[in-house]
């Protein structure tokens, strides 16, 4: 069983910096593909970035230059540098884990970012 705990979360104002930070538990992190994603009141889930158990990254057009993802593997953490929010970036904002054919999230914490 794999559990994601976020945190990070919090309030801040337009153009500056946030940093999320994912824990995982279980022994097969090294092997997993993590990501995070967000959603936006009324929105739906979207994908923010992903990196997988080899270290290659993938962002979502909106976040790309902004936003870098990355994985420490001695301490199952995944971490998202948020650098420039804008109130667009305002969402829960959650890890998630996929092996094999299992994917697992975590509870998100929440990313608020004032005009």
């Known amino acids: 069983q794999v559990q994601l705990v976020e945190s990070g979360g919090g309030l801040v104002q337009a153009g500056g910096s946030l940093r999320l930070s994912c824990a995982a538990s279980g022994s097969i992190f090294s092997f997993m593909d993590m990501g995070w994603y967000r959603q936006a009141p009324g929105k739906q889930r979207e994908l923010v970035a992903t990196?997988?158990?080899?270290?290659?990254?993938n962002y979502a057009d909106s976040v790309k230059g902004r936003f870098t993802i990355s994985r420490d593997n001695a301490k199952h953490a995944v971490y998202l540098q948020m650098n420039s929010l804008t109130p667009e970036d305002t969402a829960v904002y959650y890890c998630a884990a996929k092996y094999v054919f299992k994917a697992y999230w975590g509870k998100g914490t929440l990313v608020t970012v004032s005009s």
């Open positions: 990196i997988t158990s080899g270290g290659s990254t």
